[in-house]
C-alpha cells in the first residue's frame, strides 16, 4: 500500500511536505505557504556557500560608502568559484545583473535574493508536477502545481530575503507545520 507519491519525491524533506500539503485538498493556500518557506531555508543552507552574502553585502556596502561610485561587477565575478550551484549561483547572476545598470545598494541585493528564491521555487513546484506527472495523474499533477504557484504568491518571501541577507531580525516563533491535536484540524 503507497502512502502517496510525494513520499518517494527525489528531493529535500522540506519540498516533500509542500507537495504533500499541495496534493491534498485538506490543506489551504496559507498551510501551502507555511511549508514553502522552511523547504527554501533548507534550499539556501545546502546549495548556498557559507561566506557569499556576507561577501556581496560587504561589497555593497564599500560601494554605498565611496565617494566615486565605482563598477563591482568584476569583484562580483570573482566570487563566482563560491556561489557553488542552484540557488548561489542565481543570486550572484541577478547581483551582476543589477549591478550593470549601476545599482548594488543592499535593496538591490535585497531585490536580487527575492527573485533568486522565487526562481527556486518556481524550480521546486516544477519537480513536484513532474513527479506527480509520472507516479499519479496528469490532472492531479496540474492541479498540485496550481496550488504550489498560489502559495508561492502568498509566501513571505521578499520577508525571508532580507532575513537571510541579516537585514532584519530573525522571528524567534515559527509556524507550526503539524497540527497538534483535534481543536487543529481542517480550517473551514
Same mark, same amino acid.
Given at each position: +500500500?503507497?502512502?502517496?507519491?510525494? @513520499?518517494?519525491?527525489?528531493?529535500?524533506?522540506?519540498? #516533500?511536505?509542500?507537495?504533500?500539503?499541495?496534493?491534498?485538498?485538506? &490543506?489551504?493556500? *496559507? !498551510? $501551502?505557504?507555511?511549508?514553502?518557506?522552511?523547504? %527554501?531555508?533548507?534550499?539556501?543552507?545546502?546549495?548556498?556557500?557559507?561566506?557569499?552574502?556576507?561577501?556581496?553585502?560587504?561589497?555593497?556596502?564599500? @560601494? *554605498?560608502?565611496?565617494? &566615486? /561610485? !565605482?563598477?563591482?561587477?568584476?569583484? %562580483?565575478?570573482?566570487?563566482? /568559484?563560491?556561489?557553488?550551484?542552484?540557488?548561489?549561483?542565481?543570486?550572484?547572476?541577478?547581483?551582476?545583473?543589477?549591478?550593470?545598470?549601476?545599482?548594488? !545598494?543592499?535593496?538591490? $541585493? =535585497?531585490? =536580487?535574493?527575492?527573485?533568486?528564491?522565487?526562481?527556486?521555487?518556481?524550480?521546486?513546484? #516544477?519537480?513536484?508536477? *513532474?513527479?506527480?506527472?509520472?507516479?499519479?495523474?496528469?490532472?492531479?499533477? $496540474?492541479?498540485?502545481?496550481?496550488?504550489?504557484?498560489?502559495?508561492?504568491?502568498?509566501?513571505? $518571501?521578499?520577508?525571508? =530575503?532580507?532575513?537571510?541577507?541579516? +537585514?532584519?531580525?530573525?522571528?524567534?516563533?515559527?509556524?507550526?507545520?503539524?497540527?497538534?491535536?483535534?481543536?487543529?484540524?481542517?480550517? %473551514?
Amino acid at each position: +500500500m503507497s502512502d502517496g507519491p510525494h @513520499r518517494s519525491l527525489p528531493m529535500r524533506g522540506g519540498w #516533500r511536505r509542500v507537495a504533500e500539503r499541495a496534493a491534498n485538498p485538506a &490543506f489551504v493556500c *496559507e !498551510e $501551502i505557504s507555511s511549508a514553502i518557506i522552511p523547504a %527554501l531555508e533548507q534550499d539556501c543552507r545546502a546549495e548556498m556557500e557559507s561566506g557569499l552574502i556576507d561577501d556581496i553585502c560587504d561589497l555593497a556596502r564599500e @560601494r *554605498e560608502s565611496s565617494l &566615486f /561610485r !565605482e563598477d563591482i561587477r568584476h569583484q %562580483l565575478e570573482g566570487l563566482r /568559484r563560491a556561489t557553488g550551484c542552484g540557488i548561489g549561483r542565481v543570486f550572484l547572476d541577478n547581483v551582476i545583473q543589477l549591478s550593470a545598470v549601476g545599482a548594488a !545598494e543592499l535593496d538591490v $541585493i =535585497a531585490r =536580487a535574493m527575492t527573485a533568486a528564491l522565487i526562481d527556486r521555487a518556481a524550480r521546486g513546484a #516544477r519537480q513536484v508536477e *513532474e513527479h506527480y506527472c509520472r507516479n499519479s495523474t496528469m490532472s492531479r499533477a $496540474i492541479d498540485t502545481r496550481s496550488r504550489i504557484d498560489q502559495a508561492i504568491s502568498a509566501s513571505p $518571501i521578499e520577508a525571508l =530575503a532580507r532575513q537571510l541577507l541579516k +537585514m532584519e531580525v530573525r522571528r524567534s516563533e515559527r509556524p507550526a507545520l503539524r497540527q497538534q491535536g483535534l481543536d487543529d484540524g481542517v480550517r %473551514l
